[in-house]
């Protein structure tokens, strides 16, 4: 009843892919930390991976609301594939797409776009979280180069990205006019993927520290105006709230419907049917009241991105909801389950472990609520 | 009677914190609320009971945005017959002149009987596009109007002074006035006006209609500041009753009781 | 579904909340204290036709659709939560079910009066002993002739003391139940009628709660609404849209809170700081504005599937109230939290919000049986 014919045609495609494809996956991709390069190929194939570029971008030219449909869907199936769909969208190549000038987004954004290249973005520091003033990273211009140094941490598809925009300052003392956001290749001298981390969820992606020593980039490499790192990461946050909201919300419904499948099919010991106990028919109301509710929020964001509209303060409450309500759900979940929910027989306790770095990732729940007083109280 | 009306849609600056955005020229107006300008509210419920008098036609006109198509639509559902919005968004540096030339562009084929105005718009505070518009047009006005009686063409108007006063005048139509807040109640559109009227055509007009050569602004806008803060308040400590004794003493040292 | 409002929507909004500011909210607090069912307030209503959102124009309605009357009932309820109450029953217990129920004659006598305010509907459902359990339920109505005389008594019924129709549910053939039950139209100065205690309520104290009592009451046949037998499904439908309504009653009470809580921390001053500087102030003003907004979704999206004429939304329905009046009750407790010592006292509006919020999670079923339906419909 929400969406529109056009949307609920794509939604089909989507879940179809999902259910078939994606989903039979999932376990295996968790339990061997497996990077699903397989169905990256796939959602290319499909044109997912960059849903509201233009067609002259290699997108799909669809729009903002298209794409929280597509990471909501793989989500409800597959954290780490919708993680992976988020990252590569809206850090990747959304960035490029907003501040890139036209010869990098041919050089970058196309083939990005097409799915030839893997995306990432490099904003997190080991002592630079949801405060990106504190970015410690420097890019000092030397003759016509940028002479990076710094460490990056926890970032999704770091270690197999192709194409990296990250923020670097000239001096950390001036905070955020400091910053600049640049584009780092694969490969590129001085530039290596650190560390991968070992992670509670999403273990079917890859989370990886970057490390810059003496890296030297071209002028070409600087994307967006000096000293604009912030507005092009504040741009590109603001979207990805979307999309992590609708990944949260992809889960929370995964855990929804596993549950309500498993009360239908299941009768407790003492013969009462599972779905006439008011324990679990309360639990079960709750959680499709917020995933319903966790859905409008995200849809409403998405609607006033693609019509231009401001959608900060909406995309913050649409993230901070999805995830705060996600948790408890694939909680509620596993407690419906009861001791076989804790197994991996049931995907409930992968979407709980998954769902947890939906409150943290992107700007802490904390972190939104601040954006989201700081906008109500006119600040 | 036929009856114009200019309204104008502000942002409610009243309550909120107000910001200077990256240009230096205007307000940051992202999380503010837009309404039609107060005086303006009065202005159009006076031309709508002047309608309902006499008969006639009621048409409101602005000069704004797309948004104030919802403000015109407002209007709509009040009372007015027709609405005129003149796009803003096709000329540029608009001041009090060139809004007043481009107000008499887009109705000087119209006939008239009264123009109404607001006095004074709560985002600018210019309180001269009424006055200008009144001489473009050549017709006599009267500004901060508070009471309007009229018997075929003569019009017996007060106006507020400083002071308490009120001066009245008498005035031939076709004539302006700038209305005054307080001068009637406004009314709330109903329910089935409102459908009604979201159902209405606007008209819009912009450069393409109005000829732009000849009308020109007398001023620019340079730049927007506040003002650094001034020293002369003094925060008073004590207890209630020495502060209240140190307020008392102020007072009278000013000569103000 | 639309997420942004339609044009007329938009104007409705605009003329609703100023109304509600200017007319509404300046009496609030005195009614809330005496009690004193708004009749002023009501007729201007009616000039405006807000007592007739949804009825057609044809019967002296306004004609809007249901995302439409969820808003105006925000509006009203955000100034003044038992003046909303008096409106979303008059709109959708009383004008919806004679709109969508009653022959061309019933909604020809009834829908002017309703919509004009000449005489307001009240929605006699409830019983001593048969609240969410409506089958529980003991009036009766026997034909007798041409008329059926009705039996029994009902309780808290909103708008009852100054009413002028009701609509009364009784059983016509009790060993039937749930399809053993019919829906009448009474009108207030039938003999045998009479209005039993006056409700002292916690909260929405001005909306003339009262009891109905009929003994031996002569309700012509022709005020039978629908056929006999269908009173449970007609009850069951009015309550869906009903229940857009609540959750709009809920949204706007919501918002009166954080409004007052926003307004509030910017003024108050802690430890030489205005408290909205916070962070625990900010998190509670963020949960509250993001749970209202979460609401406010979930109401106009029940709305949206009555406007498209989905014959089964209780689903939608049941989620708008249980969700909308839950957390109106959370955020006018977090609000009165905001506001410390002061919220606790009649200095400020925050107590009375709080004391109206609690009734939106007990009636029209209360959030238990919300929970129930809508489990219900995911598992069947």
Request: hydrophobic share 40%; net charge negative; proline share 3%.
């Amino acid at each position: 009843m929400i969406l529109d014919e056009k949307h609920k045609e794509f939604r089909k495609k989507v879940k179809e892919f999902a259910d078939k494809e994606v989903a039979p996956r999932a376990k295996e991709l968790d339990m061997n930390s497996e990077f699903p390069w397989d169905l990256i190929k796939r959602m290319a194939e499909l044109e997912l991976l960059a849903l509201y570029v233009p067609k002259e971008y290699g997108g799909a030219g669809l729009d903002v609301f298209s794409y929280a449909i597509a990471v909501e869907e793989i989500g409800r199936v597959c954290g780490s594939t919708g993680i992976f769909l988020a990252a590569h969208s809206s850090l990747g190549v959304y960035p490029v797409y907003h501040s890139g000038t036209e010869e990098q987004k041919q050089k970058y954004l196309i083939p990005m776009a097409r799915g030839e290249k893997i995306g990432s973005f490099g904003l997190t520091e080991p002592n630079a979280g949801s405060d990106a003033a504190g970015t410690q990273t420097t890019a000092k211009l030397i003759g016509d180069k940028y002479i990076v140094n710094g460490t990056k941490r926890f970032i999704t598809s770091g270690g197999v990205a192709d194409i990296i925009v990250f923020t670097a300052t000239k001096d950390p003392s001036l905070g955020y006019a400091g910053i600049s956001a640049f584009i780092v290749e694969k490969g590129t001298p001085g530039f290596s993927p650190g560390k991968e981390e070992d992670k509670l969820g999403l273990r079917g992606s890859m989370t990886s520290e970057l490390v810059f020593e003496d890296c030297a980039l071209p002028k070409d490499n600087l994307l967006g105006k000096e000293g604009e790192g912030f507005k092009v990461f504040m741009g590109t946050l603001d979207g990805g709230r979307i999309s992590i909201g609708a990944l949260a919300l992809g889960i929370a419904q995964g855990a929804l419907d596993a549950s309500v499948k498993f009360v239908k099919e299941n009768k407790k010991s003492s013969g009462r049917l599972m779905k006439k106990m008011q324990s679990i028919q309360s639990r079960i109301a709750e959680m499709a009241t917020e995933v319903e509710a966790a859905r409008l929020l995200i849809y409403q964001a998405a609607m006033l991105k693609d019509n231009d509209l401001p959608f900060t303060k909406e995309s913050a409450m649409a993230k901070y909801y999805a995830s705060i309500i996600g948790t408890k759900a694939c909680d509620m979940a596993i407690t419906i389950h009861g001791m076989l929910g804790l197994t991996n027989e049931y995907p409930v306790e992968r979407f709980l472990r998954d769902e947890k770095l939906m409150e943290i990732g992107e700007g802490t729940s904390e972190i939104q609520k601040i954006v989201i007083a700081r906008q109500i109280l006119g600040k | 009677m036929d009856i114009i009306v200019c309204i104008k849609r502000v942002a409610q600056t009243a309550e909120a914190d107000v910001k200077i955005d990256s240009s230096g020229k205007d307000i940051v107006k992202d999380r503010l609320t837009f309404d039609m300008n107060e005086s303006d509210t009065y202005a159009l419920e006076e031309a709508i009971l002047l309608k309902e008098k006499f008969g006639g036609t009621l048409t409101a006109v602005s000069l704004g945005t797309v948004q104030a198509e919802d403000t015109l639509r407002i209007a709509l559902a009040k009372g007015a017959d027709s609405a005129i919005r003149i796009k803003a968004e096709d000329f540029e540096g608009l001041d009090g002149y060139k809004t007043a030339q481009l107000l008499k562009a887009a109705i000087k084929d119209l006939k008239f009987d009264v123009v109404f105005t607001g006095c004074i718009a709560t985002d600018d505070y210019y309180s001269q596009v009424g006055v200008t518009l009144a001489e473009l047009l050549g017709v006599p006005h009267a500004t901060l109007v508070t009471k309007i009686d009229i018997q075929d063409t003569k019009a017996q108007v007060h106006r507020e002074l400083e002071g308490g006063l009120i001066e009245h005048l008498d005035m031939t139509l076709p004539a302006l006035f700038t209305i005054q807040t307080g001068i009637n109640e406004p009314r709330y559109a109903s329910l089935i006006a409102i459908r009604r009227a979201a159902k209405k055509e606007i008209k819009v007009i912009g450069a393409s209609e109005i000829e732009p050569t000849g009308i020109q602004a007398n001023a620019s806008l340079e730049e927007l500041f506040t003002p650094p803060a001034g020293k002369r308040a003094e925060i008073l400590s004590g207890s209630m009753d020495e502060i209240s004794a140190k307020v008392a003493g102020i007072i009278k040292e000013k000569g103000l009781i | 579904m639309n997420f942004d409002l339609t044009n007329d929507q938009k104007m409705l909004q605009d003329q609703v909340k100023k109304f509600a500011d200017s007319v509404l909210a300046p009496v609030a607090p005195d009614i809330d204290k005496s009690g004193e069912f708004p009749w002023d307030n009501i007729k201007k209503m009616a000039e405006l036709g807000l007592l007739g959102i949804i009825i057609p124009e044809e019967y002296g309605g306004a004609g809007f659709d249901y995302i439409s009357l969820a808003i105006a009932i925000e509006e009203i309820s955000r100034a003044c939560a038992s003046t909303g109450v008096i409106v979303a029953v008059n709109n959708s217990l009383a004008g919806y079910p004679i709109m969508q129920f009653g022959n061309e004659e019933q909604k020809k006598k009834y829908l002017p009066l309703l919509c004009k305010g000449e005489k307001l509907g009240a929605f006699g459902l409830t019983e001593p002993n048969a609240g969410s359990d409506v089958a529980a339920m003991e009036t009766t109505a026997r034909l007798d002739g041409d008329h059926y005389i009705l039996n029994g008594t009902k309780r808290f019924i909103t708008n009852a003391g100054e009413a002028g129709i009701y609509m009364v549910f009784a059983y016509t053939n009790k060993e039937l139940k749930h399809k053993g039950m019919s829906t009448f139209i009474v009108e207030r100065d039938t003999p045998g009628f009479s209005l039993g205690k006056h409700e002292d309520l916690m909260g929405i104290r001005a909306t003339a709660n009262c009891e109905l009592i009929f003994e031996d009451v002569k309700i012509p046949r022709e005020n039978l609404l629908g056929k006999e037998g269908e009173g449970f499904k007609m009850c069951m439908n009015t309550l869906d849209v009903s229940r857009i309504d609540i959750g709009a009653q809920a949204v706007g009470i919501a918002q009166s809170a954080l409004d007052e809580s926003i307004k509030y921390s910017k003024e108050r001053k802690t430890f030489g700081q205005p408290i909205c500087n916070f962070q625990m102030v900010q998190s509670m003003l963020a949960e509250m504005a993001t749970e209202i907004q979460a609401a406010r979704m979930l109401v106009y999206y029940a709305g949206h599937c009555k406007n498209k004429g989905m014959t089964r939304f209780s689903k939608e329905a049941a989620m708008a109230k249980y969700y909308a009046s839950s957390i109106s009750v959370d955020v006018a407790r977090k609000a009165v939290q905001i506001h410390g010592g002061y919220g606790y006292t009649k200095d400020y509006p925050i107590e009375r919000i709080y004391r109206d919020a609690k009734i939106l999670e007990l009636y029209e079923g209360t959030n238990e049986i919300q929970k129930i339906i809508i489990a219900r419909e995911l598992t069947r």
